[in-house]
Nanobody
Framework: QVDLVESGGGLVQAGGSLQLSCAAS????????MAWHRQIPGHEREFVAK?????????ADSVKGRFTISRYRVPNTIMMDLQMTKLTPEDTAVYYC??????????????WGRGAQVTVSS
């Protein structure tokens, strides 16, 4: 079992910056890839950025050059950050932390956080 808690959401003006953090606890030794997704009400949840266990990263085209994903270890916890810059109103969404972990015989079981609201005003 992996528990994910997001923090750092809030309200920011267009052009501003915000950092989201995700704290993963529990069976953190089994975690492989981690990612951020986001969802606007009435729309499908969409991929934002991903970081592998080895540190390779990937971004959605809409955030490339503006968002930076990172991950690091602290005692009993894996932290994943999303540094967001040059924010636009189109970035307004609930941002979800995702981790994929090996659980028993199962590979890459998905765990989701509860989400953090990011609102960008024009």
């Amino acid at each position: 079992q992996v528990d994910l808690v997001e923090s750092g959401g809030g309200l920011v003006q267009a052009g501003g910056s915000l950092q989201l953090s995700c704290a993963a606890s529990g069976a953190i030794g089994s975690i492989n890839d981690m990612a951020w997704h986001r969802q606007i009400p009435g729309h499908e949840r969409e991929f934002v950025a991903k970081i592998t266990k080895e540190g390779s990263v990937d971004y959605a085209d809409s955030v490339k050059g503006r968002f930076t994903i990172s991950r690091y270890r602290v005692p009993n916890t894996i932290m994943m950050d999303l540094q967001m810059t040059k924010l636009t109103p189109e970035d307004t969404a609930v941002y979800y932390c995702l981790s994929e972990a090996d659980v028993g015989y199962y590979r890459d079981v998905k765990y989701w956080g509860r989400g953090a609201q990011v609102t960008v005003s024009s």
